[in-house]
């Protein structure tokens, strides 16, 4: 089967192996979409050193159960979570499970881009294979796991009434558009790309202005937020200007969301004073949990959530070094999504 890595001298690559076998507990899904990660790209780049395992958005049929499983079945349309939390560490505990030190441990094998993969028992055991309902296609089933980073993230940063999103992205749109259908009266973002931006007004944002105008977008937030600032700031992207300016966009007492991975060995330079006498929080959010995917899979179930348009490139799993060139050119993609025969 095809497999697409991480290449030794850094860019990704293709090459065959045996498919996995499920072991007892687990199970093995085929391939139908795997979206292509902002994180996916910043591996690639050497920005982001971790297990260095691409694709955890992976939607597919399951091909396989081990023994032990009962609840799916061999056809079953599933998305499948590379990581879950141990549930019972003091982490955990104080719920935080996407910082329990078990849940970067676990991951998909290959990857999540493979023609087939197996999922490990602790995994199928905690509910990270979920099926999905006939209605939600495999563009939308590539989009749960983006989607449910930006529910675990506003769950954590409350329920705000105006919001700006610096950086709209894949996942900063997909955050935008949640933050509209969570009753927020007012959301605005920023974002280079003329594609996107028009994604974030197709998708009912407010206003979505170029960030080489920043006078124009603090002058758009003023507008929107009625001279106070925002309630909720969220730092899609990774640059550190940018963090710097969604404390000028933030209102006396509001939330900066740091969302996006910042790049590697970034320092951030603001006046602490300041921070302190206008009380502005910095709340850190990384990825997501098995009950936010979940209640993002009903919200596209019963229509109050609009993400499958998002989709803009498909790339078959052969083709992946062009799906990753595409990913990176935000003026003629928003959504690249990898796709196996399932698809
Ligand atoms: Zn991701
Ligand atoms: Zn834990």
């Given amino acids: 089967?095809?497999?697409?890595?991480?290449?030794?001298?850094?860019?990704?690559?293709?090459?065959?192996?045996?498919?996995?076998?499920?072991?007892?507990?687990?199970?093995?899904?085929?391939?139908?979409?795997?979206?292509?990660?902002?994180?996916?790209?910043?591996?690639?780049?050497?920005?982001?050193?971790?297990?260095?395992?691409?694709?955890?958005?992976?939607?597919?049929?399951?091909?396989?159960?081990?023994?032990?499983?009962?609840?799916?079945?061999?056809?079953?349309?599933?998305?499948?979570?590379?990581?879950?939390?141990?549930?019972?560490?003091?982490?955990?505990?104080?719920?935080?499970?996407?910082?329990?030190?078990?849940?970067?441990?676990?991951?998909?094998?290959?990857?999540?881009?493979?023609?087939?993969?197996?999922?490990?028992?602790?995994?199928?055991?905690?509910?990270?294979?979920?099926?999905?309902?006939?209605?939600?296609?495999?563009?939308?089933?590539?989009?749960?796991?983006?989607?449910?980073?930006?529910?675990?993230?506003?769950?954590?940063?409350?329920?705000?009434?105006t919001a700006v999103v610096l950086g709209l992205g894949p996942v900063g749109l997909l955050y935008a558009r949640l933050l509209r259908a969570r009753g927020a009266t007012w959301v605005g973002g920023t974002e280079i790309s003329e594609l996107r931006r028009s994604a974030a007004v197709r998708g009912g944002i407010d206003v979505a202005i170029d960030p080489r105008e920043p006078e124009a977008a603090a002058a758009a937030v003023d507008r929107g937020t009625g001279g106070v600032g925002a309630d909720l700031v969220v730092v899609a992207t990774g640059h550190p200007a940018v963090i710097r300016f969604a404390f000028d966009l933030v209102r006396r007492g509001g939330t900066v969301n740091l969302f996006g991975l910042p790049e590697a060995g970034s320092r951030l330079d603001v006046d602490l004073q300041q921070l302190y006498l206008r009380g502005v929080r910095v709340v850190p959010t990384y990825a997501t949990t098995e009950p936010d995917v979940r209640e993002i899979h009903r919200a596209l179930v019963d229509r109050s959530l609009r993400i499958d348009d998002l989709v803009t490139d498909r790339f078959p799993l052969g083709s992946i070094r062009e799906a990753f060139d595409r990913a990176t050119r935000a003026d003629a993609a928003v959504k690249v999504v990898v796709t196996g025969d399932a698809y």
């Fill in 1 to 161: 089967m095809k497999f697409g890595r991480l290449g030794a001298a850094g860019g990704v690559e293709v090459v065959e192996r045996d498919p996995p076998e499920p072991g007892p507990g687990e199970v093995t899904v085929r391939l139908a979409a795997c979206g292509v990660c902002g994180t996916d790209l910043e591996k690639v780049r050497g920005n982001y050193r971790t297990a260095g395992i691409l694709g955890h958005e992976p939607v597919g049929r399951v091909d396989a159960v081990g023994d032990g499983v009962t609840d799916l079945r061999p056809g079953d349309r599933v998305f499948a979570h590379h990581h879950v939390a141990c549930g019972h560490c003091a982490v955990c505990a104080r719920g935080e499970p996407t910082f329990c030190p078990t849940y970067s441990r676990t991951n998909l094998d290959p990857g999540g881009f493979a023609d087939v993969f197996r999922v490990p028992k602790e995994n199928v055991d905690r509910g990270a294979v979920l099926r999905l309902d006939d209605t939600v296609g495999w563009d939308a089933g590539a989009l749960l796991e983006p989607a449910g980073c930006a529910l675990t993230a506003l769950r954590k940063v409350g329920a705000p009434s």
